[in-house]
């Protein structure tokens, strides 16, 4: 492993905040975020994405605890760990009277970054603006202002890019062309992390998933790895006579009859053997039992999602 990899390019220790309302919203959180990944950072609403996400911004003051954005305090160096980062935020805030050119190269300004309009360009051409380039954005579609919210915060060519619920009303074509675009931003070197409320969107991209609830973190994992420790299988047998019930010598597996009897659905870890199926199959002949058809499912991320934050809650 070379020191880059090693060396995360986000790294929160023991960061909490309180509100002074007495609310906790992030208590004693710990994340490190690799160089180049995309990571995306699940959980239900006031689980604490956007504090954690405002907090490394810059926007919102920690209690306690410490950041450091590719190798900068983010309290002790503010300026150098902002130049940094771009953020996508969740709510539409945008100089409606302006064009798209001008908001965008005026943000580019606000770091202090020189004039690159060539780099500009491209940007728009890569989020399919360009064309819209002389527009004002009161004029544009919610999708189209939602890009222009990307456009302003890639603008000063951060290392880091968060996205808060990025294709949070936008139409699935628009979707798609998104998760295009944060790929090839990952390929160019930037960092991205994303909070969603669309489980396939992190099904679909991210590398790693942190699941958060009530501030704290539940867990982060490889998402090839969450899905094969946690994720479950399922054999479905359609029957050829619906049975009553389950024969009492066949308890020791996990079996589930479907309420019309047709059905008999049995679930298996997905990391276990499937030693058992034969063994099962043979069992139910045995007991006369017959199948005109099965199939096999697995869990989707989202069913791992939904039993973690009911195991936390």
């Not at 239900?44 to 305090?73: E, F, M, Q, R, Y």
């Not at 790895?225 to 597996?253: F, N, R």
Request: contains cysteine.
């Amino acid at each position: 492993m070379t020191g880059e990899q090693v060396q995360p390019v986000i790294a929160v220790d023991s960061l909490t905040k309180t509100y002074a309302s007495g609310f906790k919203a992030l208590n004693s959180v710990n994340l490190q975020i690799r160089r180049g990944e995309i990571f995306a950072l699940l959980g239900p609403n006031g689980a604490g994405k956007t504090t954690l996400i405002s907090i490394i911004c810059g926007i919102v003051n920690a209690s306690s605890g410490k950041v450091v954005a590719d190798g900068h305090d983010i309290a002790r160096d503010y300026r150098a760990a902002r130049k940094k980062i771009g953020l996508v935020p969740q709510e539409l805030s945008t100089d409606a009277f302006e064009t798209v050119w001008d908001t965008v190269k005026f943000s580019r300004g606000l770091f202090g970054k020189a004039p690159n309009d060539a780099y500009l360009e491209k940007v728009l051409k890569d989020l399919s603006l360009w064309a819209k380039r002389d527009s004002k954005i009161m004029t544009l579609s919610g999708g189209m202002k939602r890009r222009v919210m990307i456009a302003k915060a890639l603008s000063h060519e951060p290392t880091i890019l968060f996205l808060d619920e990025p294709t949070a009303g936008v139409d699935v074509e628009l979707r798609r062309d998104m998760w295009d675009m944060v790929r090839r931003l990952r390929e160019s070197g930037v960092t991205i992390i994303l909070t969603t409320h669309y489980i396939e969107e992190a099904e679909e991209m991210a590398d790693r998933i942190g699941v958060i609830n009530k501030g704290e973190i539940l867990l982060v994992e490889e998402k090839t790895a969450l899905m094969q420790k946690l994720g479950k299988k399922q054999l479905t047998l359609h029957l050829q006579q619906a049975l009553a019930s389950v024969p009492a010598e066949l308890a020791g597996y996990r079996l589930e009859l479907s309420e019309d009897g047709n059905q008999l659905v049995y679930t298996f870890d997905a990391q276990g053997e499937r030693m058992g199926i034969p063994d099962l199959l043979r069992r139910l002949g045995e007991h006369g039992i017959h199948f005109r058809d099965l199939q096999t499912s697995e869990s989707s991320l989202e069913d791992i999602f939904v039993s973690l934050v009911r195991g936390n809650a």
